[in-house]
């Protein structure tokens, strides 16, 4: 694969994570009248309007901080010449950091609140929640064919 292609995957995946950010990742219907769509930023605002500040910081780490140095990062690796000890410093960087992924933690999240309000609510899943998973597995795919390819 050539810098090009990695460079255009790379631009897909950021792309794809400003719509997971910002289109809905579930809808919530209650008792069949009401309704509401979910995104993650919309949530991260609605942390911070409860002054749930906790939980701000930890959801936007993890679902918007990281994986956007995560893509940067990775834009660089692609477009820094292999072999320096800059881009050696950098794929440590990014190997350590990848074990801090959060979507399988976010899936089971939004498992959790489906299966609770189960009787009370509805929830579905849209197109928000398919773009950011997309996001992140396309962005582990380069990162690891660049660990393993390029290092």
Request: aromatic content about 10%; proline content about 2%; hydrophobic content about 60%.
């Amino acid at each position: 694969m050539n810098r090009a292609v990695i460079n255009l995957l790379l631009l897909l995946a950021m792309a794809l994570l400003v719509i997971g950010l910002s289109q809905p990742i579930l809808s919530l219907e209650k008792f069949y009248i009401f309704g509401n769509e979910v995104s993650l930023l919309s949530a991260l605002e609605q942390l911070a309007n409860q002054n749930d500040w906790g939980l701000f910081a930890l959801v936007g780490a993890f679902s918007v901080l990281f994986p956007m140095i995560k893509v940067s990062l990775l834009i660089v690796i692609a477009n820094e010449p292999a072999k320096t000890a800059k881009h050696t410093k950098h794929l440590k960087w990014l190997a350590t950091y990848s074990k801090w992924s959060m979507l399988d933690v976010f899936v089971v999240a939004l498992l959790v609140v489906s299966v609770k309000l189960g009787a009370l609510a509805q929830v579905n899943v849209e197109l928000g929640i398919y773009a950011f998973a997309a996001s992140v597995i396309l962005t582990m795919l380069v990162s690891n064919w660049m660990g393993t390819h390029k290092a």
